[in-house]
């Protein structure tokens, strides 16, 4: 079994700062790639951020030189450091683990979301 636990999310106010932190754990062997995904209603599941286990990042249009992706591979987790939101900013955020389990299984996790509000 694994794991992801997100947390962070929250009411900001526009021009505002937020940092997202998502852990993985269980029967985890090694992560490959990790993210974050965000989600408004009626609309599908977009990619925000993600970053390999090397360091390598890639950022939606949307968020470049807004939001930062980083991750701290010895306690498994990813963090989204977010800042100047704005309103279309607003959803919610799942996190993703892309990883082997200790069952030689390679597949996809996701956390439960955050919710992220951006209004004044």
């Known amino acids: 079994q694994v794991q992801l636990v997100e947390s962070g999310g929250g009411l900001v106010q526009p021009g505002g700062s937020l940092r997202l932190s998502c852990t993985a754990s269980g029967s985890i062997f090694t992560i490959n790639a990790m993210g974050w995904y965000r989600q408004t209603p009626g609309k599908q599941r977009e990619l925000v951020a993600a970053i390999t286990s090397g360091g390598s990042t890639n950022y939606a249009d949307s968020v470049k030189g807004r939001f930062t992706i980083s991750r701290d591979n010895a306690k498994n987790t990813v963090y989204l450091q977010m800042n100047s939101l704005k309103p279309e900013d607003t959803a919610v955020y799942y996190c993703?683990?892309?990883?082997?389990?200790?069952?030689?299984?390679?597949?996809?996790?996701w956390g439960q979301g955050t919710q992220v509000t951006v209004s004044s």
């Open positions: 993703n683990a892309n990883l082997w389990d200790t069952r030689a299984t390679r597949r996809d996790y």
